[in-house]
Structures are given as C-alpha cells and as structure tokens.
C-alpha cells in the first residue's frame, strides 16, 4: 500500500529454502558406498552435515547402505547422548485458532470441533495431575488467537511454575505456539520458558501455499520461516523446529530442516535445540490427503538421517506414534519422547480410557501411563531422565554447545537422570517399575568410574531415598 514505509527486512530474513536446490539434490546419482562411509565417518566426528552431504544419505536407497546409516545412527546416539530419554508431557492451553490449516481439526472451519481455553485456575488443576503423576517438564501447546497474546503466555507459564504438588514441581517449560514478533518473544522471556517450538509444517512452497489460506496468518510463509530468528534475536536461547511428515514428500522435507537447522547455526552461531517430526495422523474434521504418507521403514530413516545430520539437536519422537513403533526407533536417535500424555483440553483430570477426538488436535497412538512407558523403557536398558539442570545452570543456546561439543555433558547427564529417577521411584512408581529402576540405578552406578565424584552421587542418591532432599542436580 502507497504511503507505507517500505519494511526493512534485516538482511537474515530472506527465504533461505532454495527450493530448486533441494530438488536437484534429490534427483542426483546415488552415492556409492565409499561416498556415504565418508559422510558417516564425519557425523560420527560429531560435525553437523551439509545439506548436500544430507541428500546424498537421503538419496543413498541401497539396502546395505540404509543398514550402515542405520548402524551409524545408534552409535551417533550412544556417543552422545548415552542410554538416556529425557521425558516430558503436553498440556494444551487453547484451541481457539484463526488460521485454517488443511490437516488440522483445531482449523477455524471445523465447526464441530469443542472449543476451550483453560482459565488459570484450570491450568494449576492439570499441572496438579501432571506433578501427581512425576512429570518435571512440559510443553504448553496454544492455537492461533488474539487471546493467546505473549502476556497470556507469559501468565500461563508463570501459573505453571507457580504450581507445587507434594514434593511435585515443573522444572522447565517449554511452548509450542505461533510465531510472534521481538517484544511478544521479550515478553514470554521474562518467564523463564525454556524452548520456543515452531512448525514450518512443510517447507515446500506450492504445498504451503496449498494447505494454509492466504488471507490467515499462518498463510504467510516467510513470517513463519524466520519466527525463530527473531526468537533468537529477541533473546531465547533455545528453539525447536519441526515439520509434519506427510504433507509432501519427506525426502525434501528432511532438507529443508537441515537448510534451517544450518541457517540458525550460521546466523545465530546456535542451531535449534530440538527437532520433531510428526506423522499425519487422523484428526476430527480432516480428509487425510494420503499421497505423502511415510510409512514406517522410511519413518525410521528420516530418524537416522537426523541423527547424523544434526548431532548435538535433541530429536522428540511423540506419542503420535503407537507403542510397537516407539520402542522400535528409539535407538536410532531420539532423546526425547513424552510419556502419559492427554492432549484432550482438560484431558488430565477429565478424559478417561477412549480419547475424545471433538476435544483433541489429532488422535494419540500411544495413551501409555508415564508408569508403564518408564517401566518400558528401563526394561530395554534405557535410562529415563527428567533433568532441567542445564537450562537451570545458564548451560543452554551457544553455552550448552559449549558444554556439549567436548563431550562433557555425558559426565552432568548420567548422574542428573539418576538423581531424577531416584526422585521419581520414592514419590510416583508403581512396585514393579520401582523394583526395576532400583536394578537399574545400581547397574548405572556400577559403571561410573570409583572416586569422588561417585561418592557424591551415592550420597546424593541417598538424600533422596531417606527424604532428606529433593531437585538436587549438577
Ligand atoms: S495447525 Fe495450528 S495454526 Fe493451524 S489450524 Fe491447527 S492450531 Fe491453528
């Protein structure tokens, strides 16, 4: 419109998703087996990917060559990130939205979709239900709407941090919400949340355009692409990227998170702190468009991939997913699952056994109590951990890479699970996952090398048993 200001767009905000780039990366020749033992051996340095070393692992479809980036991945894992999954939960706030995306039932014209907002009174009463349960971290998930302003945000979080159950507490809080401009990310900061997640959903342009109308917000592609940018110039050191795999080919899609993962890095000297990557799933008021649906062997590819991709970024795999599935790719590169999760608006204290799909964004594969996913994945030799220690120790954005590049954080990250699984046996388990985690932590203590700092562990470990302290972390 004549007589505006002509909107200066700082020289970052361009739109770094070359899309022809990418295409041409993707109907390359494939890489032989020389080319990808060379690309391994460089994420298993612990070096981030290019986008183009990415394509030619997304490229390479040779059996053996997806066995030997499978096995690469597993051990990427264990490198870095040792035995551990961090565990959180979702809370959703709000599903009032004004956008109208395609595949989601939260979309402003699914009439027949139960529309809530919790009131903050509402919101301690599910937090109550969360700490009752164990749970130390969470994701707030929020619509699109001028009533989920920052200062809301910011509310809601302080209410949750606010919020105490026996020995129950939320240590990190982390949102899941719109993008916003500089002074809504300030405002939200002030907060103390921990990652800021925004979904690109797809970073193929025509998909995009398709799918998200353009006279709603979320129509706007280069506003959402840059989201994070200025939630990193604003101030917040941690966010998380995100696609939805089946929306358009996921070939493409892994590099274009790679493309943005690399961009932040280059930016803003700090790649993301976590990337998702949900599957489309069935949702109240949604046709499916099922040309792009991933099935599970390439789902468990684009995992691999992301592991060697993007060493040091936490990847979150959902209870989207259903248990078989979840138990399965595990090891090739999550950090990060949420365990008895309600994404019902009230769900923790209202939904029984059968979700409610009218009340819920898309439909769970995996409504597991967190009991019985932690007893799981003790069983199969994985250590839970609930730790916040370094978003509360100042070790998070460029410091946590710091910290994490060296290899040192696996020396904070096995004793701050221990001494946060130990909590979570004496208050919340179940006798048989209490018996099971008890093996477990002498096993994990078993391995730690004798000395002083073992001691402090043990004795630390025994505060907790005896009751005589709670939330003591390195
Ligand atoms: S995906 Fe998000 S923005 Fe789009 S309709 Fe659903 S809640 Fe709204």
């Known amino acids: 419109m004549c007589g505006m200001p002509a909107i200066q767009i700082p020289a970052k905000a361009y739109d770094f998703i070359d899309e022809a780039h990418l295409s041409g990366l ?34 390479a479809d040779q059996p053996e060559l997806v066995e030997e980036i499978f096995a690469a991945a597993r051990q ?73 302003d920052p200062r809301f945000i910011a509310d ?3 209410t949750v941090y606010a919020t105490r159950s026996g020995h129950g507490e939320i240590r990190r809080v982390n949102i ?40 709603t917000p979320k ?8 989201g994070l940018s200025r939630a990193f110039e604003a101030g917040l050191d941690d966010v998380g990227l995100g696609v939805l795999f089946g929306l358009y080919d996921w070939r493409f899609e892994v590099l274009g998170l790679v493309s943005h993962a690399l961009h932040l890095q280059h930016h803003y000297q700090v790649g993301p702190h976590t990337i998702s990557f949900p599957r489309l799933r069935p949702a109240h008021g949604v046709e499916v468009d099922s040309r792009y649906l991933v099935d ?68 769970l594969g995996d409504i597991r109590s967190l009991d019985e996913v932690m007893g799981e994945l003790m069983e199969d030799g994985y250590l839970p951990s609930f730790c916040t220690s370094c978003y509360r120790s100042g070790r998070t954005g460029e410091h946590f890479m710091e910290f994490s590049i060296p290899g040192f954080i696996k020396e904070f990250c096995t004793p701050n699970a221990l001494l946060t699984l130990q909590e979570y046996l004496e208050d919340y388990a179940s006798p048989e996952t209490r018996r099971v985690g008890e093996a477990l ?16 562990i043990c004795a630390r470990l025994a505060d907790i048993r005896e009751m005589k302290s709670r939330d003591c972390y390195f």
């Open 26 to 59: 993707l109907s390359g020749k494939r890489p032989d087996a020389g080319q990808i033992r060379e690309i391994i051996a460089k994420s298993l340095a612990k070096e981030a990917l290019s986008v183009e070393e990415t394509a030619a692992l997304v490229i």
């Open 76 to 148: 990427l894992k264990q490198q870095v990130y040792g035995n551990r999954i961090v565990l959180f939960a979702p809370l959703y706030i709000g599903n009032n939205c004004v956008n109208d995306c395609s595949y989601c039932s939260f979309k402003r014209s699914n009439k027949g979709m139960v529309r809530r907002t919790l009131s903050q009174q509402e919101v301690r009463e599910q937090v109550v239900a969360l700490e009752d349960k164990g749970h130390k971290r969470l994701i707030l998930v929020f619509g699109e709407h001028r009533q989920y």
């Open 156 to 158: 809601t979080v302080r």
């Open 176 to 215: 899941n919400a719109a993008p916003l401009d500089h002074e809504g990310y300030a405002a939200i900061r002030e907060a103390g949340i921990g990652t800021y997640q925004i979904f690109q959903e797809t970073y193929h342009h025509p998909t995009y355009a398709r799918i998200h109308p353009g006279n």
């Open 219 to 226: 129509g706007d592609y280069l506003y959402r692409l840059h």
């Open 296 to 363: 599970d062997s390439d789902f468990k590819r684009i995992i691999a991939i992301l592991r060697l991709a993007v060493p040091y970024t936490g990847l979150i795999l959902t209870a989207r997913e259903n248990p078989e599935v979840r138990r399965e790719l595990m090891a090739f590169g999550v950090s990060q699952i949420d365990a008895g999760s309600r994404i019902e608006l009230g769900g923790y204290t209202e939904a029984g056994d059968a979700q409610v799909m009218e009340r819920e964004q898309f439909c």
């Open 441 to 456: 932590v002498v096993e994990e203590l078993g391995r730690l090398e004798d000395g002083d700092f073992k001691e402090t």
